[in-house]
């Protein structure tokens, strides 16, 4: 392997940032990442981080990262969410993703967390395939539900309305 999968440090988050936002470009929703740099630095570090990031690096350079954080299943007991596994354009099909999510994986083990869980758009089939192709069930009876801010802030003044 020509890449190191480690631990993200605090440093690390303005190249994180940036893989986000080639998500949301390859995702066709540039305009929806509201998180910035600074957000994932005041959120990932520190007394209580809220998220756990393993990063890919080639010649001192960010190339894929794995963002996950912790949740509770009301089945299973502890689990942990996947928010994202990205990988730059030009470092796919080179063993990069698999490498991250073993990273994700063996993290789950030490956290003794009953499963691991994350969304993919029915319409990346390479990434549908490669989950699939190391174990993963894509679950396509299930709906993603979501409130956004605006969202939220409608629901709470018709509370009493």
């Known amino acids: 392997m020509d890449f190191d999968i480690r631990e993200a440090h605090i440093e690390d988050m303005d190249q994180v940032s940036r893989l986000v936002q080639e998500l949301a470009d390859f995702e066709k929703e540039s305009h929806e990442v509201e998180v910035t740099a600074q957000h994932l ?66 993290y789950a083990a030490e956290q003794n967390v009953k499963r691991i869980s994350w969304e993919v758009l029915d319409w990346n089939e390479p990434a549908i395939q490669f989950y699939e192709s190391k174990g993963a069930k894509v679950m396509r009876d299930w709906d993603v539900v979501q409130l956004n801010a605006n969202g939220i802030q409608s629901y709470l003044e018709n509370i009493d309305a």
């Open 41 to 106: 630095k005041a959120d990932g570090f520190g007394d209580n981080p809220l998220f756990h990031c393993f990063v890919a690096e080639k010649a001192d350079k960010i190339v894929g990262i794995a963002l996950v954080y912790p949740r509770y299943s009301t089945w299973k007991g502890p689990v942990i969410h996947l928010e994202d596994l990205i990988v730059t354009q030009e470092m796919r099909g080179k063993g990069l993703g698999t490498a991250l999510l073993d990273a994700v994986v063996q």
